[in-house]
């Protein structure tokens, strides 16, 4: 039993099955635990990088003069630090930043100068203005009111907008002198009568508050989702653990229909249907109705039967 057991499984040996034992065990299976370790590091990386984020969105803001100074270049590191900073709006050099969406809707952002008391000026980002408030698409709306006098604001520092971290194009100096492509200096140091510092300030609030009901929305922070990287990573290991369940049923079905053809050779060899065959049933289904149609009177008597049986009384 056990022999025959293993000569049912000799198959697995050939080229074929070698092909696929080698296909399931070093190709499919460690790719798809590599490809949930890849989603998982993603997520991982992610979280890292987002978490550094919302922790500086959440400090306490610290002066402007502290982390970007006048002359010095705000970078992607330093972008989400809160800071604060005091001065007056320049309203007389306002700019319109267009194609800026927010909750799918067009618009625009806002950027008012704001200058300090060394005499330069950083750029803040007010919100923004919805392009139905405009009267058309590409009309340049009105710019909404802000605090006058001594304004100290807040809000998360932001390097110089490029193309390359933002995918716009920048045509600023194709527009007109108002609206501009990227909020960058070095597109407005030649539209304002001051020194600009690099990068600007997201406003998140400012004392006094712009309380006006034309004033710009609040532009939100980043909020973030990784379902999207758990799923994957689940759904790769899900993968990993299902493949050598469906290598062995493919082994034991192979078995099992190879065993069934040698039983029909078998069968074949021996002269009879196979066995378990539909044909070896209705053969004893016919011969079981022949049977029982048979006329009992019909057949032959056995002659030792016929001689015990009595013949005529003799008449006296």
């Known amino acids: 039993m056990y022999r025959r057991s293993v000569r049912s499984y000799r198959f697995v040996f050939t080229p074929k099955w070698l092909g696929f034992h080698a296909l399931t065990w070093l190709v499919l299976i460690p790719a798809f635990i590599g ?5 998982r590091d ?8 987002q978490g550094v984020v919302l922790s500086a969105l959440a400090a306490k803001p610290v002066p402007l003069d502290s982390v970007a100074p006048d002359g010095q270049v705000v970078t992607q590191a330093q972008q989400w630090k809160t800071v604060e900073a005091s001065g007056r709006y320049d309203t007389a050099h306002q700019f319109m930043v267009r194609n800026r969406s927010q909750n799918s809707q067009p618009g625009w952002y806002v950027v008012t100068p704001l200058v300090l008391s060394d005499g330069t000026a950083v750029l803040v980002d007010q919100g923004w203005v919805a392009e139905s408030n405009t009267g058309g698409a590409g009309t340049l709306p009105a710019f909404p009111p802000v605090p006058s006098g001594t304004v100290a604001v807040s809000g998360s520092l932001q390097p110089d907008e490029t193309t390359a971290n933002t995918r716009i194009r920048d045509d600023t100096a194709k527009l007109p002198a108002n609206e501009i492509a990227l909020i960058t200096r070095g597109d407005l140091t ?10 600007s300030i997201r406003l998140t609030s400012s004392v006094p508050a712009n309380t006006g009901q034309s004033a710009a929305a609040p532009i939100p922070n980043p909020t973030y989702d990784n379902s999207m990287y758990i799923a994957y990573m689940i759904q790769w290991w899900v993968f990993a653990l299902v493949m050598p369940v469906t290598w062995f049923l493919l082994i034991r079905r192979e078995a099992g229909d190879l065993r ?8 074949a060899a021996a002269g009879g249907p196979p066995p378990g065959s539909a044909d070896s049933g209705a053969d004893r289904e016919h011969d079981d109705d022949h049977e029982a149609d048979r006329d ?12 015990s049986v009595p013949g005529p009384e003799p008449v006296e």
């Open 35 to 39: 490809l949930g370790q890849w989603q």
């Open 42 to 49: 993603l997520w991982k990386e992610r979280d890292r990088s």
């Open 190 to 199: 030649s539209r304002v009568p001051y020194q600009l510092r690099d990068g």
């Open 260 to 267: 069934a053809a040698r039983e029909e050779a078998a069968a």
């Open 296 to 307: 009992p009177a019909s057949e032959p008597v056995p002659v030792s039967a016929s001689a």
